[in-house]
């Protein structure tokens, strides 16, 4: 098992530029969030899915659209990449008793 | 909506000795209260975790109290090692949602 796998690793883009962050977990969960992490920083949820179908805002939605396209796939879009969108992007699949995180995307918007 | 705060945000602790984080949260229907450990550049992971119907849960040197009534929960280290150092993150789910929402984190550094 893969557990929950992301791509890109490192992504540079410049300011106004769009790119889909790619996530996929292969443990049969329900539920896929999306966080991002900034320097020194906690863990902030922009989008989350509890189901197939299903996706809702979470803290900081803004500049951000998701797509659950199937149980194993939810993948997080930059329409137009701004500078403060500059984070560690991480995916995660479980629920509210144990999430299971992937290995982050490194973004940085210049 | 459910809030998690956590303190401190920075401890530095002689290798050996314990070191306590403790997290208050808000909603009084949260029924599940798990502590995530990330290592420098690594993802988060659970370490730890605690039901509401307990009080203790030990895991080797971790541990984990819970106080309902008080609305907090604390993580215990004992006999710290390097490896111990990491940022430590716990977390409380609102009982009506699928999400959970993490404290902001705290970095423990372990001295020599």
């Known amino acids: 098992n893969a557990g929950v796998t992301q791509t890109p690793k490192f992504q540079v883009l410049k300011t106004g530029q769009s790119m889909t962050l790619q996530c996929a977990q292969d443990m049969n969960h329900n539920s896929m969030y999306w966080y991002r992490q900034d320097p020194g920083m906690g863990l902030r949820l922009i989008y989350y899915?509890?189901?197939?179908?299903?996706?809702d805002k979470g803290e900081v939605p803004n500049g951000y659209n998701v797509s659950r396209l199937n149980k194993r796939e939810f993948s997080l879009r930059l329409e137009s990449a701004a500078p403060s969108q500059t984070s560690v992007y991480f995916c995660a699949s479980g629920g509210k008793w144990e999430q299971y995180f992937g290995p982050g995307t490194r973004l940085t918007v210049t | 909506g459910e809030n998690v705060e956590q303190h401190p945000s920075t401890l530095s602790v002689q290798e050996g000795d314990s070191a306590v984080i403790k997290c208050t949260y808000s909603?009084?229907?949260?029924?599940?209260f798990p502590w995530y450990k990330q290592e420098l550049g690594k993802r988060p992971q659970l370490i730890i975790d605690?039901?509401?119907?307990?009080g203790e849960k030990k895991d080797q040197r971790i541990a984990v109290t819970l106080n309902k009534t008080a609305k907090h929960f604390s993580l215990h280290i004992t006999e710290t090692q390097p490896e111990d150092s990491a940022v430590y993150f716990c977390?409380?789910?609102?009982?009506?949602?699928?999400?959970?929402?993490f404290g902001k984190g705290t970095r423990l550094h372990i001295l020599p």
């Open positions: 899915s509890a189901s197939e179908g299903t996706t």
């Open positions: 977390a409380a789910p609102p009982n009506r949602d699928d999400k959970i929402i």
């Open positions: 909603d009084s229907a949260s029924n599940y």
């Open positions: 605690i039901r509401s119907n307990v």
